[in-house]
């Protein structure tokens, strides 16, 4: 069972390559970032809560992102495998989701590498509220020191697989195929 994390900065294309293979290959797409948007988006207590850090480029706490994640994880539709998109976001966050799988664990981790130029011409180019210049480059700070241990984290575990993000959709969609299922990250 395809048990993925796709870990990466800002803009490396997360979201759009988990949207796109797990459409294709049925799989439950779960964004930490989609779920706070649309709890923000419906005014409930956790968006209010989440909001500020959201646009400050900030981490949201780590109980509040779980509390979201929780129950899909352990939904029904997870079961023909799931792709985490955001999340673990540190260290914590990646012991929280160890507790949680249990035996079944995290099967395989892909790293999409990306410089940071690219990162801020793509973003700027999007126009989400998180991001203006200096959020963006608040993200990428929280990302090299929250975030990025996870790749070292992860690759002594042997679940690491690094792709290079530029290029077309397509192309990083074809690495990131081979790296779950051709014979380096042999799913
Ligand atoms: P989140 O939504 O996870 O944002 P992010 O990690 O900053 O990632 P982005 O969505 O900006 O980028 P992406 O890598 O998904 O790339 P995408 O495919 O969108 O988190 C937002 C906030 O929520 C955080 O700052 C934090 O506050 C909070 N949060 C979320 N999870 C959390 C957690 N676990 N713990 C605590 N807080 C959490 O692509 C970006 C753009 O590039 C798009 O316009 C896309 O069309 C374009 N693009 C994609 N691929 C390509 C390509 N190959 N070529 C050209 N353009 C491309």
């Known amino acids: ?8 900065p800002p803009g490396s294309g997360k979201g759009t390559q988990a949207a796109r293979l797990c459409q294709a290959r049925g799989l439950l797409h779960l964004s930490t970032g989609d779920l706070l948007r649309a709890a923000v988006k419906n005014g409930t207590a956790l ?60 099967a395989r981790v892909v790293h999409l590498r990306l410089e940071d130029e690219e990162i801020v011409r793509r973003l700027l180019g999007r126009g989400r509220p998180d991001d203006a ?40 969609a074809q690495r990131l195929e081979a790296a779950l299922f051709g014979r380096q990250g042999g799913l």
């Open 47 to 106: 968006g209010l809560k989440a909001r500020g850090f959201m646009d400050r480029g900030e981490l949201v706490p780590d109980e509040l992102v779980f509390a979201l994640l929780r129950e899909r994880l352990r939904s029904p539709a997870s079961a023909r495998g799931f792709v985490l998109d955001g999340f673990p976001r540190n260290v914590p966050q990646a012991g929280t989701l160890d507790g949680e799988l249990g035996e079944r664990g995290v």
């Open 1 to 8: 069972m395809v048990r993925a994390v796709l870990l990466g």
């Open 133 to 172: 210049e200096p959020v963006i480059r608040n993200r990428l700070r929280v990302y090299r020191a929250e975030t990025s241990p996870l790749i070292a984290f992860y690759d002594q575990r042997g679940l690491l697989v690094t792709i290079d993000a530029r290029g077309s959709v397509d192309e990083v």
